[in-house]
């Protein structure tokens, strides 16, 4: 696993397209002139990578990519911990529920597994709370 490049301080949100352009060069160049700039649309470009590696059974991949965002998710700051949470793990995990997608699922570190957990919970309480709407 590579180590992330050492940061001016602790700002990993910043730095984001840095580290990704060092660490996945050719998702970095994915970027557009849009999103370039905007943390979440970065990240879902990100997020993106992370599903082709899944969908084409790259596991090696995926386990780089999960163990960046692991990286990230242990020195975010709560812009970054937000953008990883709504853009990355809500993006790549919610609602896949393919093999593949289980299995990378299972690669999750214990934080981020943790986070995912949350994330779930808190959809399903919308959901139950919108069914219970429509049944009033």
Known sequence: MGELVPL???????????????????IAAEIDDCERGL?????????RGTCAAIESGDFEQTQAHLDF??????????????????SYLENVFLGSETERYIAARRMLSDRLRTAFGE????????????SDRKTQ
């Open 8 to 26: 001016v301080g602790n700002d990993v949100r910043s730095q984001f397209e840095l580290l990704l352009e060092l660490r996945f060069p050719a």
């Open 39 to 47: 943390l979440h649309c970065e990240m879902a470009v990100f997020a």
């Open 69 to 86: 965002v692991d990286e990230l998710f242990g020195r975010a700051e709560p812009g970054m911990e937000n953008a990883i949470c709504v």
């Open 119 to 130: 994330l779930e919970d808190h959809w399903e309480k919308i959901a139950n709370w919108s």
